[in-house]
């Protein structure tokens, strides 16, 4: 009895927050999938109901589906390559060595820059004109220059390169925090075992990681499907729709382009892709839980 | 007890300063800003949204401040690239700024009921009809002209000079001239293709010289509008001359992967002989290098001839239908439709005026250009004719950027951009 009184009063608590929650975020996105049924357009005074118009409309659009694609290339590529890189600088450097310390911070420091200077700044150093650094150090080596971001197939990836570069260290503090916590006696155990540091790694850390692991791959995946800033600096979705993501296609028709209905029916969709994808992850995650546990 | 109560009541608290902070938003615009009917002694503060950095209308609007004391002009800058993403949001809650700074998308604005017909106040008849055409729907004006805005081939005089090369007057021999350049290990032309409005401008300024200098063809933007006429079969023999300069390896992939500030630089720094752009780009090139000698010359057509520039009225000044002070942002137009006010606002961005019986002096800079200037041969079909034009020549523009990377054809561009009107067309009544 006193308990439920209790969470009544943990329950009026939250409510401030649930509040501002409920309107600026449920209230919105229930809008979202309301105005994707109309033709709601900044400039149309009418607004009519035209069902699933929009959604024929964003599905024969090649444009929109090459967005989409890229996006979802562009979040799995990030998630993979991102924890790779974190997992092993954090098994590296959770040594104990000398430097080991400032080297931390060094591959963490990429963080602390707002994605937006990152992008001008590795658009100045992935230019294709003599002024790019990566180009001059290619050239002094005697190699060709690479059209990093002009190259419609490589463009995604030199953005991709940037954004491991810089949020690795990010995933790799969370990765350290995580096996500072592994007990030392099963690592012991191990060693009497006979076992050598890549079984070591795989039976012992790697299972143990799995809070971080599970942490990390969805942050990053949901961080990686809603791109945009990085794009916007970089390429602004080019050449041609090479780069576009989601997010850049949504602002480009929903507010350059006054459909804001389509753009709408984007956001619903975008919402699904989210939503399963997460879904996915989550499924596999809980199941390798299990298996260790 | 008293614990649970305190507690209740400070919940109770938040949720309601939640709920004023989301609902209070009609209390603040207005308290610094009397209706005009109280308080016609006191300054009222009009907002004027614009596209353009407040540094290209610093003269302008501090003729404005001298001019009219009873009005205080607060300049909102916000860059084209957010600019109708902003604005529409405003507008769409019902607000937005007394004055709007308005380019292509002026008619859809207009027909959507949000800017103020000027048709009947007198200084509008001021202005030149081709002045005030983009800006009117069903005989009626919203808005009123600024200055105009053109685009050529900026050159370098110095490397002309140098390699011995003469301004070209036809596409042939803007090649050739290319070619020679590169020969003796110039780069002739800079082009930041990184942004998909370089090709797209200077493919137009082809079609220009071969298309719309006939008047004839001009009724072919009111097909387009309707989507009766189709870019890929009016344009494409005209495109497909332009497209000879990736042909000759004139414009290259490189291009792709360089923004507009790194093509400037180049330009700027020697590197290049020449880079297309406008007369906002001066400032910053003389900022990279106060030496550099520099002349504009108009887009060059198939023949030889004058050529054309891109540009025309560039963006126009319209009053928001929702504003409170409609009188106030009136005087603001008419003293904007003075001598003095034009020669401000030329003395900030060069361009000529549309005010009738202003004359302007361009300078040096762009004698190259005077005869394509007297001729009027300044155009750019997107803003001064079409409803949809930005949405248009971005789809363009980008499907451009993939004809140079080699991915697409002339006209597979040109069908995209139809493609993007005829969505256009549908989505947008």
Known sequence: MYGKKRERVFLLMILPAFVGFFILFIVPTLMSFFYSLTNWSVYNADLDFVGLANYKQLFSDTKTMASISNTVKYAVLITIFQNIVAILLAVFLNKKMKGANFTKSLVFLPAVLSILVTGFLFQYIMSSSDFGLFNRIIQFFGGQPINWLGDADLALYSVLITQVWQWSGWSMVIYIANLKSIDSALYEAADIDGAGSVRKFFTVTLPLLYPAVSFNILMSLIGGMKVFDVIFAMTKGGPGYATETIMTTMIREGFNSGRNAYASALAVVFFIVVFILSRIVIIFLNRWERKIS | ?429
């Open chain 2, 1 to 429: 007890m008293k614990k649970k109560t305190l507690t209740l009541l400070i919940s109770l608290v938040l949720t309601s300063l939640l709920l004023m902070a989301c609902g209070g938003e009609d209390t603040s615009s207005d308290a610094d800003t009397p209706s005009s009917d109280e308080t016609n002694e006191e300054v009222i503060t009009l907002r004027m949204m614009g596209y353009n950095p407040e540094s290209s209308r610093a003269q302008y609007l501090a003729y404005l401040d001298e001019q009219l004391p009873n009005i205080k002009v607060e300049f909102e800058f916000v860059a084209l690239d957010n600019f109708n993403n902003v604005l529409n949001s405003q507008l769409q809650a019902g607000e937005g700024p007394d004055i709007i700074e308005v380019g292509g998308e002026a008619k859809l604005l207009a027909r959507a009921n949000y800017l103020l017909d000027l048709t009947e106040y007198d200084f509008m008849s001021k202005y030149a009809a081709s002045g005030t055409a983009p800006y009117s729907v069903d005989g009626s004006v919203y808005a009123a002209p600024l200055q105009s805005w053109f685009e050529g081939f900026f050159y370098n005089k110095a490397i002309f000079d140098e390699y011995g090369v003469e301004v070209p007057r036809s596409l042939d021999q803007l090649i050739a001239v290319s070619k020679e350049l590169e020969a003796q290990g110039m780069t002739p032309q800079a082009m930041g293709a990184q942004s998909w409005e370089p090709m797209m401008k200077q493919s137009i300024g082809i079609v220009n010289n071969e298309f719309y200098s006939n008047e004839d063809n001009m009724a072919f933007n009111d097909q387009f509008n309707e989507g009766e006429a189709k870019l890929s079969e009016a344009w494409l023999p005209y495109v497909e001359e332009w497209y000879r300069l990736i042909e000759e390896g004139i414009l290259k992939e490189e291009m792709l992967g360089l923004s507009y500030d790194q093509a400037l630089d180049d330009f700027a720094t020697g590197k290049a002989a020449m880079w297309q752009s406008g007369p906002w780009a001066i400032e910053t090139i003389y900022e990279k290098n106060s030496d550099i000698e520099l002349g504009m010359f108009p887009i060059p057509g198939v023949e030889e001839g004058p050529g054309w520039l891109i540009g025309g009225p560039g963006s126009a000044l319209a009053i928001n239908a929702n504003s409170k002070h409609v009188d106030e942002a009136l005087a603001v137009l008419e003293l904007t439709a003075t001598e003095e006010a034009q020669h401000k606002l030329v003395a900030d961005n060069a361009g000529s005026s549309f005010l009738t019986g202003v004359e302007v002096d361009l300078g040096e800079v762009y004698a190259d250009s005077e005869e394509a200037f007297k001729l009027g041969n300044v155009y750019a079909p997107w803003t001064a004719s079409w409803f949809s034009g930005n949405p248009i020549v971005e789809s363009y523009g980008k499907s451009l950027q993939e004809v140079l990377s080699g991915t697409k054809t002339v006209e597979e561009a040109l069908q995209d951009a139809d493609e993007t009107n005829q969505t256009l067309i549908d989505t947008l009544n």
